[in-house]
T-cell receptor, first 114, second 116 residues
């Protein structure tokens, strides 16, 4: 079965420093992968999506993620954190090819220190 | 913009009550989902619907049922609410089942349900 593991439940960075949120996946086929963000008291919003077109995926708000099949990873990065990036981030993997159900990771809360 | 709305932001119910959570999407999406979100557990799928009157159990369907009589509306029903169903409930929709590419899910703002 497909699964995702978010390696850190909490990450704390200083404003202006790089962000790295780690995600490893397990899949028996080449999966689709997403990152979603949830700001406090708001709904989830798609940050970016990988569907095998290109291994480096650029998303909104300066975030990007790289699909590494050999490492089964899909880490989320941003060169310089902004206070508005403080939120919870979820890594998501598809379950079966051509099927719309997904599996969510347990989430990583990003704290940005001024 | 796709809009997914949920009937209540906050709800307080008593143990044993029947609870209805309503979700409406306005973009003619075929798929609709109900999740519950608990700290440290991420989002867990309760039920999934891929067409009117069609539904499929998710990972944690026990104690819940769903109804989809119209394409735009997907209801989650707690037949007899219990305290362990206190949670944040999120509704989502996505475009179509019959696509090779996995579609983005659009989420509602959530309903925070407390069962006393």
């Amino acid at each position: 079965a497909q699964s995702v593991t978010q390696l850190d439940s909490h990450v704390s960075v200083s404003e202006g420093t790089p962000v790295l949120l780690r995600c490893n996946y397990s899949s028996s086929y080449s999966p689709s992968l997403f990152w979603y963000v949830q700001h406090p008291n708001k709904g989830l919003q798609l940050l970016l999506k990988y569907t095998s077109a290109a291994t480096l995926v650029k998303g909104i708000n300066g975030f990007e993620a790289e699909f590494k099949k050999s490492e089964t990873s899909f880490h989320l990065t941003k060169p310089s954190a902004h206070m508005s990036d403080a939120a919870e981030y979820f890594c998501v993997v598809s379950r079966e090819w051509g099927y719309q159900k997904v599996t969510f990771g347990t989430g990583t809360k990003l704290q940005v220190i001024p | 913009d796709v809009k997914v709305t949920q009937s209540s932001r906050y709800l307080v119910k008593r143990t044993g009550e029947k609870v209805f959570l309503e979700c409406v999407q306005d973009m003619d999406h075929e798929n609709m989902f109900w999740y519950r979100q608990d700290p440290g557990l991420g989002l867990r799928l309760i039920y999934f619907s891929y067409d009117v009157k069609m539904k499929e159990k998710g990972d944690i369907p026990e104690g819940y049922s769903v109804s989809r009589e119209k394409k735009e509306r997907f209801s989650l029903i707690l037949e007899s609410a219990s305290t362990n169903q206190t949670s944040m409930y999120l509704c989502a929709s996505s475009l179509s089942l019959r696509r090779a590419e996995l579609d983005e899910q659009f989420f509602g703002p959530g309903t925070r349900l407390t069962v006393l």
